[in-house]
């Protein structure tokens, strides 16, 4: 789960601006690196920046780039290590193509593989890399076989080529000296949307990870790129889409529930709209499996920061459909707002540190209270562990736990950091509710059940959920070869 940005300007003005500030607002996206790309037709350079740690801080000094063309990236690590040299984009110099890319490629052993036998190797650890050598190998392969043909044609075609061979998740921007691409899995795992803005004199396009990155930036989104697509847009700002390979659409549900910003779009409506229907339909789940335990609730408390509006719309329900109800709703959990977001962390160690060091609880607002706590998931546990210590040690009489997601009991390869069962506590009790309740330590837990979930915050719409019932559609390999014939 990454942040990324591709934009292309009118007139010859510089993107490294725009692409810092969609960088900006994508950093929930990904904290541990970021990067950019230009390419400048003036002068015929181009240039590669990246670093490890936030992008406000790495794109600061970068303000005198010049370059009408370019791709920006902030990450969280799926694949590979960490360090400088799996930081993204990528730029491949024999091919001209830089690259950028969210999900996880799950068959770069085999790209691997087949390298060898060429001689060849990959430069990094990051599956990126690795995307990015597939396209400009096939680019090549076609250009060989007719050298007149148009870049575009070139391009989509090895798109086309990368999107059938390569397995797992890939939303990807791609920058040449000619122009700006941007392509989708087939089942469009990870989203991307595209913007346009016509202010004169900063007419520009952009491709990014949400619609927040272009709202806050002046561009007016025109869609969300559909699964399978690709597109090019030129200088003139025309843009050309095609879809190329597209199978049934499988965005991510969790992006709904914890990773996008509530204040972005995607399949249709507000994040902050999905995350108020969980909430209702929480509440209303509630009601039907345990009426006896509403009357217990004096406090209604969200673990910021995703849950909160779905925290307010479970209050709110409960508050209107039970008379007998009593309850109130506030936040007395503060979380460090530079803390960043503790699923985030690349090994348990630091995760169990981040969440010693991110959250307080006001002791005087729960002492003697039944509480019920709303997170937006429980993978690990990490995170709803540490709370419920810190709510039974503020004096909380009762510490009920809800959550906005079902039970999570399998591991994900479409760009989620979960790569095996055992991180996970869902798994670990084979599911069981009573066991999961007794390790946190709470007095009853809820999951939000998948088949309501589905009927009532997604509104039936096709989505992937396969780490809540292990129906994956990802394939681990490419039944025959992923490169070109030499």
């Given at each position: ?14 993107v ?5 500030n ?30 490890e ?59 691997e ?14 599956d ?75 007419e ?12 806050q930036?002046?561009f007016?989104v ?21 879809v ?7 965005p991510?549900?969790?992006?709904l ?5 509530v ?6 409506d ?11 339909t929480?509440?209303?789940h ?7 335990l ?45 803390g ?67 039970m ?50 997604l ?26 014939p030499?």
């Open positions: 789960m990454c942040g990324i940005v591709g934009v292309i300007s009118k007139d010859g003005r510089s490294v601006l725009d692409l810092g969609g960088a900006h607002f994508l950093q929930h996206r990904g904290p541990a690196y970021a990067g950019l790309f230009v390419f400048d037709p003036v002068h015929r350079l181009a240039a590669l920046e990246k670093g740690g936030l992008a406000d801080d790495i794109f600061k000094p970068l303000g005198h780039l010049r370059g009408d063309v370019g791709i920006a990236h902030t990450r969280y690590k799926t694949h590979g290590g960490g360090g400088i040299s799996n930081a993204q984009p990528f730029f491949d110099p024999m091919a001209s193509l830089a690259l950028a890319h969210n999900g996880h490629i799950t068959n770069v052993h085999q790209v593989a087949e390298l060898a036998v060429r001689g060849q190797a990959l430069a990094s650890t990051c990126a890399d690795a995307l990015l050598r597939v396209v400009a190998l096939w680019l090549e392969h076609f250009r060989r076989l007719d050298p007149r043909v148009a870049e575009r044609e070139l391009v989509f075609a090895a798109v086309a080529e990368a999107q059938q061979r390569l397995a797992g998740a890939f939303s990807a921007v791609l920058s040449t000296p000619n122009g700006l691409y941007a392509f989708r899995d087939p089942h469009g795992f990870r989203p991307m949307v595209l913007g346009r803005r016509r202010q004169p004199g900063r520009a396009v952009m491709v990014a990870s949400e619609t927040l990155a272009l709202e930036n002046g007016e025109v869609e969300e790129v559909p699964h399978g697509a690709a597109l090019v847009i030129d200088r003139e700002l025309e843009i050309e889409e095609r190329l390979v597209q199978r049934d659409p499988r991510c549900a969790f992006e529930i914890y990773f996008a910003d204040e972005s779009r995607m399949m249709g507000r994040i902050r709209s999905f995350r108020w229907r969980a909430g209702r929480l509440a209303m509630l009601i039907e499996t345990a009426p006896e509403v009357a217990e609730i004096d406090l209604v408390v969200p673990i910021p920061h995703s849950p909160i509006p779905g925290a307010e719309a479970f209050a709110q329900k409960l508050e209107k459909e039970v008379e007998s109800a009593a309850l109130q709703y506030a936040t007395p959990v503060s979380k460090y707002r530079f960043g977001r503790i699923f985030m962390e690349e090994t348990q160690e630091a995760r169990d540190e981040a969440a010693m060091l991110d959250f307080r609880v006001d002791a005087k607002a729960v002492e003697g209270r039944s509480i019920f706590l709303i997170d937006d998931s429980i993978v690990r546990g990490t995170n709803a562990s540490r709370i419920v210590r810190a709510f039974r040690a503020a004096g909380a009489a009762k510490v009920f736990f809800g959550t906005l997601w079902p999570v009991i399998d591991s994900c390869f479409q760009g989620i950091n979960t790569p095996t069962q055992k991180e996970l506590i869902g798994a670990r009790f084979n599911g069981d509710v009573e066991e999961v309740r007794a390790e946190l330590g709470v007095d009853a837990l809820f999951y939000m059940p998948e088949e309501v979930f589905v009927a009532n915050v509104k039936g719409a096709p989505a992937c959920m396969a780490c809540t019932n292990g129906k994956r559609a990802v394939k681990f390999e490419h039944s025959g070869p992923v490169l070109p030499q």
